[in-house]
């Protein structure tokens, strides 16, 4: 259960949440937040043995991001704040950047685990 509870986090679109920060407060420390995040979920469930969980974490976290993006914009100048991408282009550029740090600190666990072996 404990698990289950933890793994929702996933659902949120961390993607948009970063990028809605960044465009009203004009602070990139959102998406810093973003990374250690989805990276600490990431090394949990992986920790646990539990991979696929972090996959379809990842998926959900991208396409709740998308539509959120799509269905919420914030206002007229959201489009162009994100030059050269669009909000749609910066939640898939983010996606990719955020997968990229995951599969490094999966990777810095898993050196970790067989250091202690």
């Known amino acids: 259960?404990?698990?289950f509870i933890i793994a929702i986090f996933y659902a949120l679109p961390f993607a948009y949440f970063a990028m809605a920060v960044d465009y009203i407060k004009g602070s990139i420390l959102s998406y810093v937040l973003m990374m250690v995040c989805l990276s600490f979920l990431t090394c949990l469930f992986f920790k646990q043995k539990k991979l696929k969980i972090a996959i379809l974490g990842n998926v959900v976290s991208f396409l709740?991001?998308?539509?959120?993006v799509i269905k919420f914009p914030?206002?007229?100048?959201?489009d162009c704040f994100f030059k050269p991408f669009t909000t749609e282009?910066?939640?898939?550029?983010l996606t990719v950047i955020s997968l990229l740090?995951?599969?490094a600190a999966?990777?810095?666990?898993?050196?970790?685990n067989k250091i202690k072996k």
């Open 1 to 3: 259960m404990k698990k």
């Open 64 to 68: 709740m991001s998308y539509v959120c």
């Open 74 to 78: 914030l206002s007229g100048h959201w």
């Open 89 to 93: 282009g910066m939640v898939i550029f």
């Open 101 to 103: 740090i995951q599969l």
């Open 106 to 112: 999966v990777a810095a666990v898993k050196g970790k």
